[in-house]
């Protein structure tokens, strides 16, 4: 039985967690796919980018597990990043990760920060894949609240894209830290490029009001 949480945060990972190269960039790189992953990032159907999953999937065939968590070790975390995670984690909060990226990278990266509930593309043992679009952000979210027994004025979530509006729009604290053009979501605070950590105390200071 899942024990009751004093609260959920759901981070969208790339741009939010991240800053400067995606995952999906990072393990390009020393697979020479570098210009070409950026081509694909480009992409906007989902027809399109499930294509260039699978093309993408049979870039990392083959290669071993260490070249490519190796690729990784370059990523940027946002300021604040772990002092903000464990903050949140010490004060009963559930920490979780919500993205469209790859999961198998996104559990590599959550692990030193012992965040154990991600939400990812994943691809399985066969190479078939397993898609997250961004509407599935706001689903998970509240099935995990309602499986870790949280109410929903204890949800929050965290995105830095257009894309993470249906993310927001599920939870009842609505953080945006992109630094490009909002999306239309009520209530929605803006703290561009905003440090985790700084985001953690503030939002442990509304829950304790």
């Known amino acids: ?10 981070f969208d990972f790339d741009g939010t967690l991240t800053r ?16 070409r992953m950026k081509e694909l990032e480009g992409l906007s159907s989902e027809e399109d980018i499930a294509l260039a ?19 990784l070790d370059a990523l940027e ?7 903000g995670v464990r903050m949140l984690q010490a004060h009963g909060i559930e920490v979780a990760i919500a993205s469209i990226t790859w999961r198998f990278a996104l559990e590599w990266l959550a692990g030193p920060l012992a965040i154990p509930r991600i939400l990812g593309t994943a ?21 995990l609240a309602a499986e870790l027994g949280v ?9 830095d894209s257009p894309s993470d509006a249906e993310l927001l729009s ?11 053009s909002l999306p239309a979501v009520d ?21 304790a009001e």
């Open 170 to 180: 599920e939870a009842s604290h609505r953080v945006y830290v992109g630094l490009g």
């Open 187 to 207: 209530r929605l605070v803006h703290a561009p490029g905003a440090s985790i950590e700084g985001l953690a105390e503030e939002l442990l200071a509304a829950w």
């Open 77 to 83: 975390w946002a300021p604040g990043t772990r002092a």
């Open 151 to 159: 109410a929903h004025v204890r949800t929050a979530a965290v995105g």
């Open 53 to 71: 999953r699978v093309e993408m999937a049979s870039w990392y065939r083959g290669v071993p597990e260490p070249t490519l968590r190796a690729a």
């Open 20 to 35: 400067g190269p995606t995952v999906c960039e990072l393990l390009a790189a020393p697979l020479g796919r570098l210009a």
């Open 1 to 10: 039985m899942t024990r009751t949480r004093a609260g959920l945060v759901v």
């Open 123 to 143: 691809i399985d043992a066969r190479g078939a894949i397993e898609h997250v679009w961004p509407r599935d952000k706001a689903r998970w979210l509240r099935e």
